[in-house]
């Protein structure tokens, strides 16, 4: 059974930075797109960052210009770059990754807090 394992959350104050990482592992099949959602309480999860097998990214607005996505193929392991943190980008983060374009997101991380004081 495949899983995605995230690390490298934690607490900064704001403007600090962090770095996101999720690796892959057990999961036969390449994904065609990778991503880092978010979660605060109350709120519903969002997508903040998606990387797709030609390197097409996309961010939320509220990101743009502060956080980047990337990832190693050979690793099997995609990151969340975090500069310029704000008290607003508090939340649980999770990794995730689909097979299908479109499709639906198979497979997630189990999520990891990042907290932003003022």
């Known amino acids: 059974q495949g899983q995605l394992v995230e690390s490298g959350g934690g607490s900064v104050q704001a403007g600090g930075t962090l770095r996101l990482s999720c690796a892959a592992s057990g999961i036969p099949f390449g994904f065609v797109a990778m991503g880092w959602f978010r979660q605060s309480p109350g709120m519903q999860r969002e997508l903040v960052a998606g990387?797709?097998?030609?390197?097409?990214?996309r961010y939320a607005d509220s990101v743009k210009g502060r956080f980047t996505i990337s990832r190693d193929i050979r690793k099997n392991t995609w990151y969340l770059d975090m500069n310029d943190l704000k008290p607003e980008d508090t939340a649980v983060y999770y990794c995730?990754?689909?097979?299908?374009?479109?499709?639906?997101?198979?497979?997630w991380g189990q999520g990891t807090q990042v907290t932003v004081s003022s």
């Open positions: 995730a990754a689909r097979k299908t374009s479109g499709g639906p997101w198979d497979y």
């Open positions: 990387i797709a097998s030609g390197h097409n990214r």
